[in-house]
RNA sequence: GGGGAAUUAGCUCAUCUGGUAGAGCGUUUGCAUGGCAUGCAAAAGGUAACCGGUUCGACUCCGGUAUUCUCCA
């Protein structure tokens, strides 16, 4: 039996035979795309090939794809694990033709491989081809039947629907047929029940299809007309897991080497065994083996879990495979990072990231689970007050927004919460939670509406960006639009000729002026979409078609730059001083300071950053100058260049050179001339993000010398309240020490104090029918010791009627106290007293329990009668 | 970006509708045992995140700030 690993090599292989270049997968995670969170096709990386907008290096090209796809029509991540055929992540085999080769030898390879070289028994196979389509005006794909008639049986040939075989890539652009090739998976007697002709394209789980072969040969206009493309391509895809369980002869995805490995470990580490069924417990295994790999790859190519975007996407993910394993595998530690060196290595010769960064994923992966667990743990305490509350309601049903509350703010799963409540015979009130999220999910829309006009084409033509050479260029509008969100109106535009950087790389958009003969607009921002540089601005100007002179705001780029080159120095100073672990995973640098993620998982001491800060300040006073080039990827890499991981670069790269022993980095953004212009760098901070994952944050040039001045300022300040002591630190510390000392012995004074009034009030104790009776002015400092002394007292009293009146800052304050017993006996309640009777008289008002109340008010002349008004009750 | 929640002793958390801030673990001390594991007893430890408001009285109610968690986009 082929391995998965030697059956992905025969594919590369074979098309390597016929003249195509093998590429790397590109990053999983797509960067600079808002339409897209990750790669969820093989041709997603050669989108800009399709649409005309860069050329290709290669006119043949194949490669396996890691996609990920979690939803969707046809996958749901509910969905995945509990049948045998559906993944987050899956591998994309694909081969390309850009204007190169066309149907007849895309569709002839396509047969070869699997029947010659994977040896596929021919009778397996289905063919489908595009069957026409009269509304559309498109005739049936004859060119294509007729390469396959070649090679198949004409029964074999099935025409299929604008639905099925008839790829676009989106409203308008590049399109055409396609032509899938199914297998039929089924057992011998249960063909000759059922041909497999009439399941092909019916969601049977045996009969599936394995290859589609797109003909892109037409552009589709905006008016919805089809124009045959002058260049014609063929983009495929053939699912890799899919395409292993054939070829291993397996009923399932998941019976296969690409998955036996993890489940074998998920075994041995939980003591459950796999059973190949559709129990709870065998989903928990599937679910596993599969999102560990999506976890594992989405990581690797630098996505953290978080709380929104892409990181929010792995963190369900991951999830997910915690409350299945907690759940059907009995499993309450985290489990995912322990199977993560097993899927390191058997993608060691594919995928290499993940092995390369095998700690690093490990550790954020094992940190990510435990805080699930904790939150796991806090729900099931919840939970049960739910449960409790359901029960005494006497009612069957958990409340639904109860149940929405756990979810939504303590993020325990919903169908933990069903399981939990049917294990007590209960059941949730499905409507009201949905109707709970549907209003959570409206509010979160209504927040972020975004409401973009058309664009107003005024030129054709694409943008030609000059803003690494210079900072204001002659430039017209080729095209704006408006975009308002909340109430808030800006436009969009994009020039002929631009000096503006668009953020990318971290570095922070341009800012600037668009100079026109009569007015001037100011840019706000710059940001790239689409490949296209948007310059943003909170109003037109009256005439859009009169050219203006495009100006960078200088100083703030200066600034800008100074901070992009201090990075790279800091790049190089953290390899130098922590390792060559270190690798960036997150950088924003703007005028006003910088901001460094890289892996490191220790907290870096004040030594080492003081370290670090040296090296640094060398480069910058050793004035090196800043070296540019463009070459070639292999060239840079060899130079010992550092690229990123989970970042796509083309085979021509810019590098940066400061001190070719020192840093060179791929980079796209602007730097200063030397490293002189930076004058000083400081790390103003030094935070964790993540497990394994630290932050700095430092300022440079102008910056620093404002944050140094202000820390000067700061200790200057307080050296001068401290009288200029020699050693404002002792100074302080000592001023503490008093303080706590001071406070200590004026709380004791007080306590003795309070005893002294108590031992006299003592001896002013009378005898009222049976009751010990205490009524007196006293002098304190505050309501809360009249209450102190009032507790005091009563503690050394049998059958007390306590009440104290104080004068405080001319407040009239009373506390009352009486016995428990009293208060049985005689019906007198504290409380009551003090609501019903004595806040009249000294105009206020007060409370508390029956044994101890106190009131408070504005009348000190009524104390007096306080006092004979209680006497008078006993 | 929007909604919800949390923040109380060194740690983990109680404190039902406003009315005397507690527990377990840990720490310290003492006692028991030759020593250790341990057992018993006691003590220390609090600006209830921060700021403001309502109230006779606020950990508790209201508003704001910070941090963290969480759901949605």
């Known amino acids: 039996m082929q391995s998965a690993n030697e059956i992905r090599r025969q594919f590369l292989d074979f098309f390597r035979s016929k003249g195509h270049e093998i590429v790397p997968s590109a990053p999983i995670v797509v960067k600079n795309d808002p339409t897209l969170l990750f790669t969820n096709a093989g041709m997603n990386q050669f989108k800009d090939y399709f649409l005309g907008n860069r050329e290709p290096e290669h006119s043949r090209i194949a490669d396996t794809q890691k996609c990920l796809r979690v939803s969707g029509k046809h996958n749901d991540l509910e969905e995945v694990g509990v049948d045998t055929y559906h993944h987050t992540m899956f591998e994309m085999l694909g081969n390309w033709s850009f204007g190169d080769y066309f149907k007849k030898d895309a569709i002839a390879w396509s047969w070869e491989l699997l029947t ?64 899938e090739i199914h297998v039929d998976c089924r057992a011998d007697e249960e063909k000759q029940q059922v041909s497999g002709k009439v399941l092909v394209n019916a969601d049977h789980p045996q009969v599936i299809e394995i290859w589609n072969n797109v003909f892109m040969q037409f552009n589709r206009q905006k008016d919805g007309t089809l124009v045959p493309l002058p260049a014609q391509h063929v983009d495929t895809g053939m699912g890799f897991e899919r395409l292993v369980r054939v070829l291993q002869n397996k009923q399932s995805n998941y019976d296969t080497d690409v998955f036996t490995g993890t489940i074998t470990k998920i075994e041995n580490i939980t003591g459950k065994k796999y059973g190949y069924t559709d129990t709870k417990q065998d989903i928990a295994f599937r679910v596993l083996a599969d999102h560990i790999r999506a976890i594992g790859f989405t990581i690797a190519d630098g996505q953290l879990p978080s709380n929104t975007g892409a990181g929010y996407v792995i963190r369900r993910i991951l999830r997910r495979a915690v409350r299945y394993y907690y759940t059907y595998l009995d499993y309450k530690q985290p489990l995912l990072h322990q199977l993560m060196p097993v899927l390191a290595k058997q993608f060691e010769g594919v995928f290499p990231e993940l092995q390369q960064q095998i700690d690093l994923v490990s550790r ?46 303590f993020g325990f799963p919903i169908d933990l919460t069903r399981l939990i409540g049917s294990e007590q015979g209960l059941h949730v009130d499905e409507e009201a939670f949905t109707a709970e999220m549907h209003q959570q999910k409206t509010r979160s829309r209504a927040a972020t509406a975004l409401d973009t006009d058309d664009w107003v084409v005024l030129k054709d033509g694409g943008t030609d960006f000059v803003g690494y050479d210079q900072l204001a260029a002659d430039a017209s509008i080729l095209k704006y639009r408006r975009v308002s969100a909340k109430g808030k109106e800006q436009f969009q535009l994009v020039l002929d000729v631009t000096p503006f950087y668009a953020e990318s790389g971290g570095q922070a958009g341009d800012t600037g002026l668009l100079i026109f003969p009569n007015e001037q607009v100011a840019i706000v921002d710059t940001k790239k979409e689409d490949g296209m540089i948007i310059h943003f601005a909170d109003s037109l100007p009256e005439n859009v078609l009169v050219p203006a002179i495009a100006k960078v705001d200088s100083a703030k780029r200066a600034a800008t730059e100074v901070h992009h080159s201090a990075t790279h120095l800091l790049h190089a100073a953290l390899r130098q001083v922590l390792g060559t672990h270190v690798a960036q995973k997150g950088s924003l640098v703007n005028d006003g300071h910088l901001r460094f993620d890289f892996s490191h998982f220790a907290k870096v001491t004040d030594e080492e950053i003081k370290r670090i800060e040296t090296i640094v300040n060398e480069k910058i006073r050793e004035n090196i100058p800043v070296v540019i080039k463009t070459m070639g990827k292999d060239e840079a890499v060899a130079l010992g260049a550092m690229a990123l991981f989970g970042e796509k670069y083309g085979n021509v790269v810019r590098v940066v050179i400061m001190d070719a022993a020192y840093s060179i980095e791929l980079c796209g953004g602007t730097h200063v001339g030397a490293t002189g212009q930076l004058g000083y760098f400081k790390i103003t901070s030094e935070a964790a993000v993540a497990a394994g994952v630290r932050r700095m944050e430092a300022v440079s040039g102008g910056a620093a010398e404002q944050y140094i001045n202000e820390q000067l300022a700061l200790i200057a300040g307080i050296a001068a309240q401290l009288k200029n002591a020699k050693d404002p630190i002792k100074a302080i510390e000592r001023l503490q020490e008093e303080r706590s000392q001071l406070e200590k012995h004026v709380e004791s004074l007080e306590a003795r104090q ?28 505050s309501l809360d010791s009249l209450k102190k002394l009032c507790l005091d007292l009563k503690s050394h009293l049998n059958d007390h009627v306590i009440v104290l009146c104080a004068n405080i800052d001319g407040k009239a304050y009373v506390a009352i106290g009486v016995d428990d017993k009293v208060n049985a006996a005689r019906g007198l309640d504290a409380g009551k007293i003090i609501k019903e009777k004595v806040a009249a008289l000294i105009k206020g008002g007060g409370g508390g329990q029956k044994s101890l109340a106190t009131a408070g008010g504005a009348d000190v002349s009524g104390l007096v009668a306080v006092i004979e008004t209680v006497r008078g009750m006993l």
């Not at 005898?767 to 400092?781: A, C, E, P």
């Open 116 to 179: 010659d070289v994977y040896g596929i028994p021919k009778d397996k196979l289905y063919v489908t081809v595009f069957g026409g389509d009269a509304t559309e005006n498109l005739p049936m794909d004859q060119e294509s039947y007729d390469f396959w008639k070649e090679f198949v049986a004409e029964d074999r040939i099935l025409m299929g629907s604008k639905k099925d075989n008839f790829w676009e890539m989106g409203d308008t652009g590049p399109c055409g047929p396609c032509s």
């Open 364 to 409: 954020v992966v094992k940190e990510e689970e435990e805080a699930f667990l904790r939150t796991l743990d806090k729900g099931l305490k919840k939970i049960d007050d739910i449960i409790t509350d359901t029960k005494n309601r006497s009612t069957l049903t958990i409340d639904g927004k109860a149940a929405f509350e756990l979810y939504d703010t």
């Open 754 to 781: 309070l005893v002294g009034i108590r031992n006299e009030l003592l001896t002013k104790d009378e005898i009222i029918n049976q009751i010990s009776f205490v009524g007196q002015m006293v002098t304190v400092s």
